[in-house]
């Protein structure tokens, strides 16, 4: 089967500037954590432009690009969507989640109340896309939650590597956020993301700075 192609375009780089950049990154990403206590000073829209810019440069199945970013600034309609999620948060911790999973979570004092989801200046809420529709026609998607999983961690790399802080955010279920945000059935809910700057002297738990090591996570042949 034909198809037609472009020449890539690629700058081959020295092994040794190959091995800083990877050093580079790492050092920054390393000081990534996750926050719920958010400052309200806001910065500008081309930060997150750039960042979901990049998240939509990921590989995904077939090119069908099966993810769409929905930026909330909004102040009514994050709190729309702060009372939504505390009502689903109040089910999960009181009547949900297993014992062994609030066990779990304890460490990070956490509960039903989302302040941040108002307190934070923006929120990207992310969506997967099981099909997609061209003239009236419907195109199942490929690789859907792969392809938006690689997208998120290219989003969250891009805000961080920026200067930003953020929470990812999951309640379950999230398809209140279909209604809030007037998306289409084809689009279901993948994460929430909380982004700004830490609160003057937020804390974080202790246990969050620490990571497993290199021979725990991985596995060389």
């Known amino acids: 089967m034909k198809f037609e192609s472009i020449k890539l375009k690629h700058t081959i780089i020295s092994s040794n500037e190959i091995k800083k950049r990877s050093k580079i990154f790492y050092n920054l990403i390393k000081k990534r954590r996750s926050i719920r206590e958010f400052s309200s000073k806001s910065f500008d829209d081309n930060i997150i432009q750039?960042?979901?810019?990049?998240a939509g440069t990921?590989?995904?199945g077939a090119n069908l690009q099966p993810w769409h970013f929905v930026v909330i600034k909004n102040k009514e309609i994050k709190k729309?969507?702060?009372k939504a999620a505390e009502k689903e948060e109040k089910k999960f911790y009181?009547?949900?989640?297993?014992?062994?999973?609030?066990?779990?979570?304890?460490p990070l004092g956490t509960d039903e109340n989302k302040e941040f989801l108002e307190e934070a200046p923006i929120l990207i809420a992310v969506f997967e896309k099981k099909f997609s529709t061209k003239k009236n026609t419907k195109?199942?998607?490929y690789y859907v939650k792969e392809s938006v999983g690689i997208a998120t961690g290219i989003?969250?790399?891009a805000l961080h590597y920026s200067g930003l802080c953020m929470l990812t955010h999951t309640p379950s279920p999230m398809t209140f956020l279909n209604k809030i945000l007037d998306r289409p059935i084809n689009e279901k809910p993948?994460?929430?993301?909380?982004?700004?700057?830490?609160?003057?002297?937020?804390?974080?738990?202790?246990?969050a700075s620490q990571k497993k090591s290199l021979n725990k996570i991985s596995t060389w042949f």
């Open 80 to 82: 729309k969507i702060r």
């Open 50 to 54: 750039n960042a979901i810019r990049a």
């Open 190 to 207: 993948f994460v929430l993301l909380v982004i700004g700057f830490p609160k003057l002297n937020c804390k974080i738990p202790k246990f």
């Open 139 to 141: 195109i199942k998607n």
């Open 155 to 157: 989003l969250i790399s």
């Open 58 to 60: 990921a590989p995904n």
């Open 94 to 106: 009181n009547k949900v989640a297993p014992t062994e999973w609030l066990k779990a979570l304890e």
